[in-house]
């Protein structure tokens, strides 16, 4: 499949990712995102979403195959492995890092009475292409049945700059009267510091223009931030996930613009 430079850079790792996907049954969702850390905008994110069906006959043989073209670690895909079977979607990552290493990114996701620990409704596998040495597991814990208060104090305790803080808080807040629809997750990564909130925004349809001042806010003044939201300004707005990376630094990520991507030639 063609990747369209106006929706994902061909970069060497996207167009390994893609290829690693080439069986995989279309369409799928694809969406876009950005990440503020450390003053700077790591551009050229998204995610690649789809039933674990569509993963064929076979599909835990399909997603080892996967994982392991993508020099995931045997030990990672041992973990993924054992739970895939209760999955009913698979997410596939990408992400550049600053330091021109890319982070691959491979997540299960359940519903409610298939979690394979309480709360728990994504487990992802998340490592280092170059260096596979360099991997985590991800825990992403509904925090939905809290009060109100209760969710807003964790939110507040998780980030440390008041400004994005405030711009999460206000967020949530705006999200009240579709709470029934919308998603507050907690991420932790045993054995590190990561500790972040995800905020599902999607039934708001709201724009990156609309919400540009917010997500301005957000995403602690990165360069690049205010320049890219314009870019995207008619995109829908998808989620927002800030807190404290693996490295302990704040970062704030803004994930815009789903879509259905078929084939070349099969767009509906």
Known sequence: MTIRLDII?????????FAALDGCERPW????????IGGRLRRGRFLLSMPRLALGPGPSRVLRGICARLGAPPEGIAMIDAHQSAAHSVHFGFEPEGSGQTVMKCYLEFDVASQPAPDMVFLALKWRREDPAHWSMSHYLTRDALPPAARRALVAEALPDAAAQDAFLALMADSAPLSDTLTLLEVLEPGSPRRSFDLNLSDRALTLGAAAPALLALMGGAAGAEGYLRIHAEDR?????????????????????????WPEGQGR
Do not use: C, M, N
């Not at 969702?29 to 503020?36: F, G, M, N, R, V």
């Open 29 to 36: 969702i694809a969406e876009l995102s950005a990440k503020a």
């Open 9 to 17: 850079p061909p970069t060497p790792g996207a167009v390994d990712l």
């Open 237 to 261: 707005l998808g989620h927002i996930a800030a807190g404290v990376a693996r490295d302990g630094q704040p970062f704030a990520t803004v994930y815009h613009g789903a879509h259905q991507l």
